[in-house]
């Protein structure tokens, strides 16, 4: 372990062994879905002992970093899981019945970003970002209109056919092609009323409330890597979040 008082060492020894896990994770040393090596391999590799090793990946379970799976061990957490796909997304039908939203680009394209965007997502200089315009729709009404804001040098050759043709959650497409992960979000919800623009596109009388969710989602080392301000109808539909 390194004695730097600036580094892990004055943190609890499983504590430790979490930063480098993550630091492994980070690099790409296991790629997302592929098994991280056994609590005996990670113990012996850190010369620690079992016991710590499973209280790190504990933690990371927790934090859908990684998953376990009974009898055959622990996997990087991708957006393909099923259980984490969804997991920034906290609108749910009152009918309580499950099913997937369909999707609906509007535009994708690379502009300059106005300042608070650039602020938000800490981009220097001349820094240019992508916007993604997209609908969410079940049982075919409009449901969310996504404003999507991402730094454009980490997602070059992002356009709208990729993101049409790409079958699988949007996050699940940043993580294999782009290599970004979003491990983590901040969120701000207000009451809106429905502009006459915002109104057409979800199919409602201008005037209609509507839940503003403004969600700023991280990568590894806490950067910010998307800037997403969702419009929601709630007709129809709740924002349900679970408080531990």
Avoid at 214 to 220: N, Q
């Amino acid at each position: 372990m390194s004695t730097d008082p600036s580094g892990p060492a004055f943190s609890p020894l499983y504590q430790q062994i979490k930063l480098l896990i993550t630091r492994s994770l980070q690099e790409g040393e296991w790629k997302p879905g592929e098994a991280i090596p056994a609590e005996t391999d990670l113990a012996a590799r850190y010369r620690v002992s079992q016991g710590t090793v499973r209280k790190a990946i504990d933690e990371l379970a927790t934090e859908n970093l990684v998953v376990r799976r009974q009898g055959k061990g622990t996997f990087v957490a991708t957006h393909a899981e099923e259980q984490i796909q969804y997991r920034f997304l906290r609108l749910a039908p009152d009918d309580a019945r499950p099913r997937g939203m369909e999707r609906h680009f509007i535009d994708c394209r690379r502009m300059r970003p106005p300042a608070p965007i650039a602020r938000a997502l800490e981009l220097k200089g001349a820094e240019g970002a992508i916007l993604v315009r997209r609908t969410l729709a079940q049982d075919d009404r409009p449901v969310v209109l996504d404003e999507i804001w991402l730094p454009a040098l980490l997602f070059k050759g992002l356009t709208a056919e990729r993101l049409t043709d790409y079958i699988g959650p949007m996050y699940g497409l940043f993580e294999t092609e782009f290599g970004v992960r979003m491990i983590r979000a901040e969120e701000k919800i207000r009451a809106v009323a429905a502009d006459a623009s915002t109104a057409g596109v979800l199919a409602v009388a201008p005037g209609t409330p509507l839940l503003s969710v403004e969600r700023l989602s991280f990568t590894y080392g806490d950067k910010p890597v998307e800037l997403r301000r969702g419009l929601y109808r709630t007709d129809s539909h709740h924002y349900r979040n679970t408080l531990n």
